[in-house]
Nanobody, 126 residues
């Protein structure tokens, strides 16, 4: 059973930056994608970014394109989310997730993701 642990959340002023990290314990199945979701207070959880197994193809939600960058280490067990030019609407609980079904280049509904972390909180003050 893969366990995911997120870190790097915190309080930052609007316009600032944070980098989140997600480390997977255990061996990931080849082809596993790693993704980030977030849930703002009072809202449903939403997709943020995903990176495929070979770390060559990132996908982003429109709301974060040009500001967030997802990366993955060569070993494949760690994914980072670099967030720049943060806005108050980026506030939320950020979750890491893995997806083994379907192409690793294609985001899916939440039900397509096999493992989830506990989340790390990001608060952006105005």
């Amino acid at each position: 059973q893969v366990q995911l642990a997120e870190s790097g959340g915190g309080l930052v002023q609007a316009g600032g930056s944070l980098t989140l990290s997600c480390t997977a314990s255990g061996r990931l199945i080849p082809g596993t994608a790693m993704a980030w979701f977030r849930q703002a207070p009072g809202k449903e959880r939403e997709f943020v970014a995903q990176i495929n197994w070979s770390a060559s193809i990132p996908r982003y939600a429109d709301s974060v394109k040009g500001r967030f960058t997802i990366s993955r280490d060569n070993g494949g067990n760690k994914a980072n989310l670099k967030m720049t030019n943060l806005k108050p609407e980026d506030t939320g609980l950020y979750y890491c997730a893995t997806k083994t079904s379907g192409p690793s280049t294609t985001p899916g509904p939440e039900s397509a993701y096999d493992n989830w972390g506990q989340g790390t909180r990001v608060t952006v003050s105005s």
